[in-house]
């Protein structure tokens, strides 16, 4: 595309997706604060409300992450108290990662996350869920196009 071609930004879904992605991050911001974590850590930790046990391995595949971008907080997590590590008794190249009761815990303290982008949106459920699919199905396309 030639530069007398482009979309002024506002039209570009690249520069209204990364405003979107900031404007989230500072809503979630102070109840992160709040809650002692940052936005990397409740990934972690969402993953395993998931699927609790998995390996650092799965964890950075789930987020999309590299092994080496999950280590480190999930060390910093298990100093918190969230969670705890150990190496797999079948192989023990692997560590497994288990929630403690504070991880657990922890669950129910940061719905509110979810709960203040909802009414910060100013938009229904449905809405948000309908453009959450049409964002997946973008990064899904993209992704597979490597």
């Known amino acids: 595309m030639t530069a007398s071609r482009q979309q002024p930004l506002d039209r570009q879904l690249c520069f209204s997706i990364y405003g979107a992605d900031l404007a989230i991050n500072r809503a979630y911001k102070p109840l992160l604060d709040r809650l002692g974590l940052t ?3 409740y ?3 969402h993953a395993l409300w998931e699927t609790d046990g998995l390996t650092i391995s799965a964890i950075a595949e789930r987020l999309a992450l590299e092994p080496s971008t999950i280590t480190p907080l999930v060390k910093r997590l298990e100093a918190a108290g969230f969670l705890g590590r ?3 008794p079948q192989d023990e190249r692997q560590v497994q ?3 403690t009761d504070k991880g657990r815990d922890m669950r129910e303290e940061s719905a509110c996350l979810g709960e203040a982008l909802l009414k910060k949106a100013g938009m229904s459920l449905e809405e948000l869920g ?3 699919r049409q964002v997946q199905r973008l990064r899904d396309a993209l992704a597979g196009s490597n």
Do not use: D, S
């Open 130 to 132: 309908q453009l959450n």
């Open 97 to 99: 990662v288990r929630l």
């Open 39 to 41: 936005y990397p850590q």
């Open 86 to 88: 150990r190496r797999n």
């Open 43 to 45: 990934l972690v930790l």
